[in-house]
Nanobody, 113 residues
């Protein structure tokens, strides 16, 4: 019923940038708080960014000032612009409706010199 497909990950050098996309079906993103999460090897999944129904945003302290979450309601797609990437940003990135469990496959981000 609900499908979230992440894309845009890859291998980048420290200081590089990536833009992740989350194409949604079976859910209207403008009617839900939407979030990006990440999970690094050996660590718990963590919330990195959230966009609220009204458009305001929240970020984990570790990414504040470097990452920007946005949405295109006409395309029913959520984005995560990541700048100034650091090796500690390496993880599988997932999008989801906040506090829901519509998990997709995620997209791998690797930051390495």
């Amino acid at each position: 019923q609900v499908q979230l497909v992440e894309s845009g990950g890859g291998l980048v050098h420290p200081g590089g940038s990536l833009r992740l996309s989350c194409a949604a079906s079976g859910i209207i993103i403008s009617n839900n708080p939407m979030a990006w999460y990440r999970q690094a090897p050996g660590k718990q999944r963590e919330l990195v960014a959230k966009i609220n129904i009204g458009g305001s945003t929240n970020y984990a302290d570790s990414v504040k000032g470097r990452f920007t979450i946005s949405r295109d309601n006409a395309k029913n797609t959520v984005y995560l612009q990541m700048n100034g990437l650091k090796p500690e940003d390496t993880a599988v990135y997932y999008c989801n409706a906040w506090r829901r469990n519509f998990w997709g496959q995620g997209t791998q981000v690797t930051v390495s010199s």
